[in-house]
């Protein structure tokens, strides 16, 4: 529990050096600031959590993920390479998480105040689960998936199926017979599912790096509403990964 006697909330960031689209893409620097250090610095502007944390994995080349997670005053929980879930969970109760906001090192664009939304709907409410996902409209790269440790605890127990233990929070959403699942919805004019705005490819790395090098020296958290400015502007940027597929969970 925190100070304030209220739940307190742990942003865990999935993060590991090897990736079958792009080694080491969690390192990759724009404007000179791996993409990692990006995330948490958005993640920091954040009003609801309380701390932040890298789960990342035993791996010797994970060592430098570590290293910056120190360097950027945040946690760091080593776990599995291959059992995110365990290695999510783990962090969690490492760091006497009481609410778990699920993210991963691909959101190089992840809002904060999008985030806070996510959390005080979750909290105003009585779901298992909270996300922005479940009817996806905001690009993907915004993703926040709320819920609590007790209930990813629940979960550990129950499935041993590799896609469920890869992907910490798909069983959760796959069992709306079993768990209570929130929805929050983007406005209309940021209605735009089939923009990429993750981290997964080269083609992706780019884009990331054209929307940065435009809004990052004026504001160094600039919100979703600046980068949908900036693409009406320059809407050739959303060519560069436009045929990029999202990876299928199974």
């Not at 699920?102 to 298992?128: A, S």
């Not at 929050?184 to 929307?211: C, G, I, Q």
Request: a negative charge; glycine letters at 4%; proline letters at 4%.
């Amino acid at each position: 529990m925190n100070i304030h006697g209220k739940r307190k909330v742990v942003a865990t960031i999935e993060a590991r050096f090897t990736s079958t689209r792009l080694p080491g893409k969690t390192l990759l620097e724009i404007c000179e600031k791996p993409t990692l250090e990006l995330i948490i610095e958005r993640l920091k502007m954040s009003e609801l959590i309380d701390e932040i944390v890298i789960a990342t994995t035993v791996s010797k080349d994970c060592d430098a993920i570590e290293e910056l997670a120190k360097g950027s005053g945040v946690g760091c929980f080593r776990g599995s390479e291959d059992d995110v879930l365990d290695r999510v969970l783990q962090a969690a109760k490492a760091y006497q998480a009481d609410i778990i906001v699920e993210m991963t090192g691909d959101e190089t664009l992840i809002d904060p105040v999008i985030v806070d939304e996510t959390i005080q709907f979750y909290r105003d409410n009585d779901f298992d689960y909270v996300s922005n996902i479940l009817d996806r409209r905001y690009p993907r790269g915004l993703d926040t998936q709320v819920f609590s440790t007790e209930v990813l605890e629940e979960v550990a127990g129950l499935t041993n199926d590799p896609a469920d233990r890869e992907n910490v929070s798909l069983y959760i959403y796959e069992h709306p017979e079993k768990y209570t699942l929130g929805s929050v919805k983007a406005p209309d004019e940021m209605n735009r599912p089939e923009w990429r705005w993750t981290l997964d490819t080269k083609e992706d790395f780019e884009f990331l790096k054209a929307v940065y090098e435009a809004l990052y020296s004026e504001n160094k958290v600039f919100s979703a509403q600046d980068i949908f400015a900036f693409l009406a502007e320059n809407p050739a940027v959303l060519e560069i990964n436009k045929e990029i597929q999202q990876k299928a969970v199974r």
